[in-house]
C-alpha cells in the first residue's frame, strides 16, 4: 500500500491536480486584497519652438518617476466573496477526487492481492491432486503388471492425471497476469515485481450485519461531489451580484523630477486621489440573467449528481453486506460439501479396493472432491473481496 500511494501515477496525477485547485483558489482570494504595484519611469524628450503659446519650446528636458498605485474593488455586492469560496471549496473537492483515487487504488490492489493468494491456493490444491492422481497411476500400474485390474484402468488414471496438470499450468498464466497487475498499480514493470506462492488463509474480519448511515460521509466521492455543490452555489452569487454596480477605488503616489538627486527631496513628490470607476450592466441584451439562469442549472446538475451519488453509495454498502452473509452461508455449506465428498471417495475406493466396482467410480470420487474443493476456496477468496468492497464502499479505512 504504501509502495502503491508514493509511485502510482494514477495518484501522482490527482495530486497535481490538487496542487493546481490550491493554486487557483489562492488567486481568487487575492482579489479581496488591494493591489498594491510600484513603478518607475524615465523620459528625456524635446518640444517644438514653432507652436503657438508654447512654453520652454526648442527645449529637450529630463522626467524622471516613481510610484505606488493603489486600486482596490469594493465588494458591495459579494461578487469578490463568493468566487473566493467557489474557489476554496473546488479546491476541497480537488483533494475529495484525490482522497477518492487513492482509495480505489488502495482497494483494486487490495482486491488484486486476494485474488492472487486465491489462485495460489487453488494451484496448491491441484498440485496436491497431481501428487495424488501420480500415485493412484504408479498404483494402477503396479495392479495391472499383478493382473488385479484391466488396462482400462490404468488408461482413465492416466488421463485423469494429464488433465488435472494441464488445469495447474493454465492457473499459473492466470496468476502471473494477477502479478503484473498488481505491478501497475505500485508504479513498477512486472520484471521489477514478484511475490512468493502463499495461499490465501484464514477469515475476513466480522462485520455488524447493520452499518451506521454516517459511515457513508467519510467517502470522498460525496465529499467531491458536495463540495462540487457548494462551489456552484457560490457561484450564483458571483452571477447575480453582475446586475448591481462595481465600484473601484484608486490612489496614486510618488515623485517627479528631472535630476536625479532630487527625486527623494519634498518637492519632488506627487499624489493622487483616484481614478475611481463605477460600472453598471444596464443594457446588455439579457445577457447577466441568462449567466444566473445557467449559474442555476449547473448547481441543479450538481444536486442531482450528489443525490445520485448518495444513492449508489447505499446501494453498494447494501451490497456488499449482503454479499458477506451470503457468501459466509454459502461458505459452511460447501465445506460440508467437501467433507462429504471426501467420505464418499474414501468409501469408493475402499469399494474398489475389495474389488465390488470398477476403478472409475473411484476416478469420478476424486473429481467430485476435487472440484468441491475449488469450489470452496474460490468461495473464501469471494469473501475477501466482498469485505474489500465493503470497507471501499464505507470510505476505507474502517
Known sequence: MKQAEANS????????????????????????????????????????????????????????????????????WGRLRNQSR???????????????????????????????????????????????????????????????????????????????????????????????????????????????????????????????????ERRPDIASAERQMAALNAEIGVAKAALFPSVTIGLTGGTQTSYPWKIADAASRVWGLGPAGVEWPLLRGGEVKAGIEASQARYDQAAAAYKSTVLSAVREVEDALAGIEVLKRQSAAQDATVAAASQALALSQKRYESGLVAYYEVLDGQRTLLRAEQEATRIQGERFLATVMLIKALGGGW
Open 86 to 216: 467557489a474557489g476554496s471549496e473546488r479546491a476541497e473537492a480537488a483533494e475529495a477526487n484525490r482522497n477518492t483515487a487513492l482509495l480505489g487504488l488502495q482497494s483494486e490492489l487490495a482486491m488484486n492481492y486476494f485474488a492472487l493468494r486465491t489462485q495460489d491456493a487453488q494451484i496448491a490444491l491441484l498440485r496436491r491432486t497431481v501428487e495424488l492422481r501420480r500415485r493412484t497411476v504408479s498404483l494402477a500400474r503396479t495392479r495391472f503388471e499383478q493382473g488385479d485390474i484391466a488396462q482400462v484402468d490404468v488408461a482413465q488414471a492416466e488421463t485423469d492425471l494429464n488433465a488435472t496438470e494441464a488445469e495447474a499450468i493454465g492457473l499459473e498464466r492466470t496468476r502471473m497476469e494477477l502479478e503484473h497487475a498488481i505491478a501497475l498499480l505500485l508504479g513498477t514493470t512486472p520484471s521489477q515485481f514478484n511475490q512468493v506462492e502463499h495461499a490465501i488463509s484464514g477469515q475476513p474480519p466480522s462485520v455488524p450485519k447493520s452499518m451506521p448511515s454516517d459511515l457513508l
Open 9 to 76: 501515477p494514477t495518484l501522482e496525477l490527482a495530486m497535481h491536480r490538487v496542487t493546481e485547485a490550491q493554486a487557483l483558489a489562492r488567486a481568487d482570494r487575492a482579489n479581496l486584497f488591494p493591489f498594491l504595484t510600484l513603478n518607475g519611469s524615465a523620459q528625456r524628450s524635446r518640444g517644438s519652438s514653432n507652436l503657438q503659446f508654447q512654453f520652454a519650446g526648442g527645449r529637450t528636458r529630463t522626467l524622471l518617476g516613481t510610484g505606488l498605485d493603489l486600486s482596490y474593488e469594493l465588494d458591495f
